[in-house]
């Protein structure tokens, strides 16, 4: 605490040295649209329901259009997204000619502890819950340093409120105080939801010195949280579940996916990611949670909450962190295709996909490229496509250049493995990928062969779990009755800010974002990396390896576009394409930019010390 207050005051005492208002940041900022002006995203969270993808926060580096219509580098803004932005993908879309997005700015939702608006959150997680629901539920995350002058850039004075509400028919936005379940609002952990039955869970992540201002004594440190969260967001009950040491559930940057055709109601698999202590986690190591067995009262029964680990064979990719992943079932439910895209680890970028074939745990990889993508969000949209949104290239410097997936988004073809830039609402039944069928057996339509792991099931519950095919059950809601439930309070809560002066919670954020320009001035243009702070200093001048021993693009997708059901999608483009630059003014090569996220620390944000876990 002491330091915290030390901290604050020093920056304090700068203020009588910059004179910048509050308005004339705003008016700076205000001219730039998250989607007009677009450029680059990372750490946002992004969420399908419904038939419309949502995505939220996140960094954002925002580009002006120079005379010709093209991207001017030159102008390259960093800062945050604001808006809530949607896509609709109930009809077919080009992001190259007519992909409909909109957003909404967040509205004032009252005040609680002096935050008017719900902070913009870095490496949270968007949840959906129940389809027939109205609402969206944003859980955890960090504020960065990218850019702190950016307007409305709130770091929040507490973690009282580790998720918020938004309920899209009344356009409002709602804290939840999870302090009494929770200990501190975890970033970059991994998440995912069993939308059928309303949960959503959160796998580990960190804090770090912008998780509100009772952190900010951490600085360029960071400290691993372990456990699940699970949120009902049947009745908004939120509980941090106990995981085993063994789960290594204290990691960051990792993949948890739901696949809803295996078990009673479904598993999780929670894979890759790091922890402080033993660094990257191989991608042989596999980690399932039984959704059934979720139990979120005080006292749950050593049967309950029930993870189970299993060793996957195959080509298994390196291990890695900020990937993303999907699952597709096969059309008779006989296997389940995770497919991992992208990700980083230890200064390269990755531009492959792996697909993780279950229940046989058999890792197939199915595409390289050479469009580095790391901090990416992908979603399966039934009945066969994957839509990425977002993520950094090649360079960890997401300000020396724009993405060319110039809406943020791209779509591949989960069967075929091609790129391309149509969402087809109308595509064909999902099809096992060739590459899989040769590994697992059966046809595109599934009859896999291979149904258990080689080498047999590391324990009888597993096998258990995965003999049970989905056909459509509805299985028992989990055990919730002993919970305490959190409502949403949009309500001033201004006796529990012990402020102790006479400034309103306005004038403070006011006087906090005009010092924190100040300081950001003090440094000149200083660029910094939110993630790498230490990692920066210590690696700057190493350069990501060239790849280019891979395979092309073009050579990748010619191998993999067969008809899409005969649509034109994959001859008009069949990969994603290395885009034609637009005239930039690079101030140096992308590449030369890549040190940043060398070093012996393999995560571009672990820069904690091990004894802080
Ligand atoms: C930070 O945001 C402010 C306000 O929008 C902007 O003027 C400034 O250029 C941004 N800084 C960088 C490094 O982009
Ligand atoms: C957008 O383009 C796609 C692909 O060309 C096409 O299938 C779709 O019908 C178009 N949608 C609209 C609303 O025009
Ligand atoms: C789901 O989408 C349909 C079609 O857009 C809409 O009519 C319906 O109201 C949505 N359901 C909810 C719960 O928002
Ligand atoms: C954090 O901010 C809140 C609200 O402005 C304030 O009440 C609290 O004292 C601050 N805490 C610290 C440690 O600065
Ligand atoms: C969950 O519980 C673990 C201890 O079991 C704790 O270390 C962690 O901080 C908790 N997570 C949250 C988000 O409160
Ligand atoms: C596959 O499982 C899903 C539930 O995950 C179920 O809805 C579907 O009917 C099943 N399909 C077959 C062919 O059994
Ligand atoms: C990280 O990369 C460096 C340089 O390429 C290498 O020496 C080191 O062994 C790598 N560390 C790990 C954990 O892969
Ligand atoms: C990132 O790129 C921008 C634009 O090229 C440059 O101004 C900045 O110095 C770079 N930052 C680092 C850490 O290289
Ligand atoms: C599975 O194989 C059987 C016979 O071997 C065949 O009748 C059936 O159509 C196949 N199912 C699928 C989904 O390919
Ligand atoms: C949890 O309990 C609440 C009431 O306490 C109930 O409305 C809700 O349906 C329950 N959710 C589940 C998934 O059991």
Redesign the pocket.
Known sequence: MDAVQGSMSHRFMLLGLFALTQLDLVRAGVSLDPVKNFCRRIGHSSVYKNGTLYINGGLETYVDFGADGQQDWSTITSGINENLISVDMTASWDWQTNVSISQSARHESGSVAGMQWPVNVHDGSLFGGLESSSTLYMFGGTTSSFNQSFPYFEIPPTTQYGLWTYDMNADVWAAVDTSGSLDTIPSWGANAEAPDRGLAFYVGGQIDGGTANTTQFLVDDTVGVGGMVVLDTTSNAIKNVTVDDAVKSNRQGAGLVYV??FGDA?VLVLLGGETQADGLIPMDEIWVFDVSSTDLSDNPSADKNKWYQQKATGNAPAARVDFCLVAA?A???SSSSIYLYGGTSNGTIFDDIYVLSLPSFTWVQVFTGQDARWSVTCHFIPPRQMITVGGGGKSSNISSDCDWEQKSLAVLDLSTIGWGSVFDAAAPRYDVPDDVVAAIGGGPAGNATKVEPEGGWAESGLSQLFTI????TTAPPPQNSTIVTHSPTPIPTEAQDNKGSGLSGGAIAGIVIAVVAGVAIVCGAIFFWLRSRRQHRQNVGMEIPEKDSLPSYSTAASQNTPELGGTPQAAEMPAKIVPEAPKPDPHEPVEKDAGTVQGPHPSLRQNGPAEME
């Not at 095919?469 to 459509?472: D, G, L």
């Open positions: 809803d055709n479904g079932p059309q008779d439910n095919r989905k056909t459509a």
